[in-house]
């Protein structure tokens, strides 16, 4: 059986680096080397017509750079920044990029980059190949490293612009994704929108009070024209009556 590869772009302006990171990808089996441009207007056709999953995207280019190029992705394949300046470095993770890599880059460094690349891009095929989530738990990407969640462990979700904060009983989690794609993501059945800024885990509920649901002591505001469904929902046919 063939081994899964990665199909990779370098984009990059200087041809010494773009032979150099070149010649490193061709040692890493995993690897499989599509293309190779000096500019960001011919990486966009690279991508508009073959399936890259990796960019190794160096940021200081002519007419648009990297950073800019990177920003007007709809859905940007995983990407590594390569650059000689380590001035944009929280940037580039402010947008969900796996590494950041200064020149000179070393083989060693280049190759643990590659790794954490594949293994994220292991975890996403494997997500997106369950319709339902066998499993209890998830992965966000959190500063430099990949956390593992429990689902039975998240109270809720507080949105902050394009971050969410993610609560959990003893701790929190602040990561580069938007409230509403945690949404389409986590099990419907456990999970609810009850506010443009809040998501709730509804085995957390304590109780409802007005317009507010109650978790871990948190008084969490319910939107007016969410109530009726909010309230249906976490009370079901689990509420009592005489």
Not at 24 to 34: P, T
Not at 60 to 74: A, C, E, Q, R, Y
Not at 183 to 202: A, G, M, R, T
């Amino acid at each position: 059986m063939t081994a899964q590869k990665l199909n990779c772009l370098i984009v990059d302006d200087e041809p010494i680096a773009r032979k150099g990171l070149e010649e490193y990808l061709q040692e890493i089996e995993f690897l499989h080397c599509v293309a190779c441009c000096e500019s960001a207007l011919k990486a966009s056709s690279y991508l508009h017509e073959q399936k890259i999953d990796l960019i190794y995207l160096d940021i200081h280019m002519p007419k648009v750079t990297g950073i800019d190029f990177l920003k007007s992705l709809k859905s940007p394949p995983l990407t590594i920044l390569t650059t000689a300046y380590s001035d944009y470095a929280v940037e580039g993770y402010a947008l969900d990029v796996i590494d950041y890599l200064v020149k000179p880059i070393t083989f060693d460094r280049f190759l643990k980059a590659s790794q954490k690349a594949m293994e994220f891009f292991q975890l996403k095929i494997n997500a997106a190949s369950h319709n339902t989530f066998n499993a209890d738990y998830f992965f966000v990407r959190c500063d430099r490293k990949f956390e593992k969640v429990f689902f039975r462990d998240v109270t809720y979700v507080e949105s902050l612009q394009n971050y969410s904060v993610i609560h959990l009983h003893d701790r929190k989690l602040i990561t580069y994704i938007t409230l509403t794609s945690l949404e389409n993501q986590l099990p419907k059945d456990e999970f609810l929108k009850v506010h443009k800024s809040f998501l709730i885990s509804i085995p957390h509920v304590e109780a409802i009070e007005g317009d507010e649901i109650v978790i871990d002591g948190m008084r969490i505001p319910i939107s007016r024209n969410l109530r009726e469904r909010v309230t249906q929902q976490i009370l079901g046919n689990r509420l009592f009556k005489r």
